[in-house]
C-alpha cells in the first residue's frame, strides 16, 4: 500500500503517511463480482454554472482587429475615444456627426443609408437621414470617433449576429453590417421615449456609445427583468421584450417619477448604460435661462 499523495510505502493498517503528513482513509473492501472505484482522495468542488448568455464580444483590452483595418477605445470612461486605422482602401461607416478627427488621405462621402424610404424611417426615429463611408485613398489611414454626450465606448466584435440597439447609442460599424430602422412599438410613441430602434446584422465590428458606463445583464431562459428604456443600450435580436409604465396606474407611474420601462423575457443579454440623458438634461433645465428672458437664478448673458 503506498500513501495516495507522495506514493511513499505505508503499513497496511497505517491511518497517516509518516512522509508527507497526508491523512489515509480506509479503503473499500472489494465485494466479489462488484467493481468498486478507488477513494477520490482530492475531490474539488463543482465548477461554478454561470447563467447563459455572453453574445456581446468585447476585447478585454480595448482593441481588435477587422477587414481591413485595426481599432482601439482611448480614455475609456467617460471620455472615451474610438480609434480606426484603416488599410488602403478600406472604408468604415459611421452616424453622421460621430467623427472627431481623421488622415489628410481619408475621403468621407454621406448618402442616405437605404434609400429615400429608408432616410425618412431614419429621421423619423430621431436619427440623421444621412449615414457617412470614411475610406483611406492611396495609403493607411486613421479616423477617430466619439458620441456627442460624455460617456463610454465599446467595441463589439459581431459573427453573424443580429443585436437590436437604441438609436442614440449606435456609433459605428463596419460596412458590411446591415443597419435597418425598425418600429419600436406605440407605446414608446406616447412615451416619449423614441419610437424606433436600429436592427444591427452581420459580421465585423459595431461601436456603441453609452451615457456613463456599459453594465451588461445576462437573463437565464424564462427570466424576467425589467429597465428603464432611458438606461437600454443594447440587447440581442431574439429577445422579446414589451413596453409598459413603471407602475400600473396613471397616478402611481406619475408618484414613482419613472417613464416607461422594458420588460425582457430570457435568455439573452442586454447592455444598460448607467445614466439617462433625459434625466440629466431635466436635471439642467433650470439652471438655463427662459425663453422670455427672465432670471430666476439661471445663467444670464449681456455684454
Known amino acids: 500500500m503506498n500513501c495516495p499523495k507522495c506514493t511513499m510505502p505505508l503499513a497496511p493498517d497505517a491511518r497517516f503517511c509518516g512522509s508527507c503528513g497526508f491523512t489515509v482513509q480506509a479503503e473499500p473492501q472489494n465485494v466479489p463480482g462488484q467493481n468498486v472505484p478507488p477513494p477520490n482522495y482530492q475531490q474539488q468542488p463543482p465548477p461554478p454554472q454561470f447563467p447563459a448568455g455572453g453574445a456581446f464580444h468585447f476585447d478585454s483590452d480595448g482593441r481588435g482587429q477587422g477587414r481591413g483595418y485595426t481599432w482601439a477605445i482611448e480614455h475609456q470612461g467617460a471620455f472615451a475615444l474610438a480609434i480606426v486605422n484603416l488599410g488602403a ?14 488622415s489628410a488621405n481619408i475621403e468621407l462621402e454621406s448618402n442616405l443609408k437605404g434609400g429615400v424610404f429608408g432616410a425618412l424611417k431614419r429621421a423619423v426615429g430621431g436619427e440623421s437621414a444621412f449615414v457617412s463611408t470614411f475610406t483611406s485613398r492611396g495609403g493607411p ?3 477617430t470617433f466619439a458620441p456627442g454626450a460624455p460617456g463610454d465606448v465599446a467595441g463589439i466584435e459581431m459573427n453573424n449576429q443580429t443585436f437590436m440597439v437604441q438609436s442614440s447609442s449606435y456609433l459605428a460599424g463596419d460596412t458590411s453590417l446591415v443597419v435597418d430602422t425598425k418600429f419600436g412599438g406605440a407605446k414608446s410613441f406616447f412615451g416619449g421615449e423614441g419610437l424606433f430602434v436600429l436592427q444591427v446584422s452581420g459580421t ?20 424576467r427583468y425589467v429597465i428603464d428604456t432611458g438606461h437600454l443600450v443594447a440587447w440581442e435580436g431574439h429577445m422579446q421584450y414589451s413596453l409598459r409604465k413603471a407602475a400600473s396606474g396613471f397616478f402611481k407611474s406619475f408618484l414613482s417619477g419613472e417613464g416607461m420601462v422594458a420588460e425582457f423575457s430570457g435568455p439573452g443579454e442586454v447592455l444598460i448604460q448607467t445614466r439617462n440623458l433625459a434625466a440629466f438634461a431635466g436635471l439642467l433645465k433650470p439652471f438655463f435661462p427662459s425663453q422670455g428672458g427672465g432670471g430666476g437664478g439661471g445663467f444670464s448673458f449681456g455684454s
Not at 482602401?89 to 459611421?94: F, G, L, T
Not at 461601436?207 to 456613463?212: A, D, I, T, Y
Open 89 to 102: 482602401e478600406q472604408a468604415i461607416s459611421a452616424e453622421a456627426g460621430a467623427m472627431v478627427s481623421m
Open 141 to 143: 489611414g486613421e479616423v
Open 204 to 223: 465585423g465590428l459595431l461601436l456603441v456609445s453609452s451615457f456613463g458606463s456599459i453594465h451588461r445583464k445576462t437573463l437565464r431562459p424564462g427570466e
